[in-house]
């Protein structure tokens, strides 16, 4: 099980060939931090 699990079904549910989400929503949606560390 991924952490990120919950923001896959979120797009599955979607259903949109695309859309925006902002960190905060990912993380909100995931309901686990990002780590932004990549950022630098």
Known sequence: MSKYD???KY???E???SF???FA???NIAG???D???LK
């Open 32 to 34: 686990t931090p990002i």
């Open 25 to 27: 929503e990912i993380q």
């Open 15 to 17: 259903g949109t060939q």
């Open 11 to 13: 797009v599955q549910q």
């Open 20 to 22: 925006l989400l902002t």
């Open 36 to 38: 932004h560390s990549f």
């Open 6 to 8: 919950a923001l896959w």
